[in-house]
């Protein structure tokens, strides 16, 4: 259990950092028109910030179910 919650804390801390390096690099477009913006850092973190908060609900979820069966 301590596991998944460890994975949901690292993944959402990584998909933050992500999100958060890709708003201090920005984006430009340059003298030739092409758009340079780190879009690999922004998939890795919306994946990551995704994967985070799921796993973190279903670790949440499991903790309260297993709560509700011991005390039944």
């Known amino acids: ?3 998944l919650f460890f ?3 690292f ?3 990584v998909g933050i950092a ?4 890709v708003v ?5 477009v ?3 028109g092409v758009l340079h913006e780190p879009f690999a850092l922004m998939e ?8 985070g908060v799921a796993v973190g609900i279903v670790c949440a979820g499991t903790a309260v179910w297993r709560r ?3 005390t039944s």
């Open 1 to 3: 259990m301590k596991f």
């Open 30 to 32: 340059d003298a030739e």
């Open 11 to 13: 993944l959402t801390s």
């Open 44 to 51: 890795l973190g919306a994946m990551s910030l995704a994967l």
């Open 24 to 28: 201090r690099i920005g984006s430009y």
């Open 7 to 9: 994975c949901a804390l």
């Open 68 to 70: 509700r069966l011991r």
């Open 18 to 21: 992500c999100l958060a390096a």
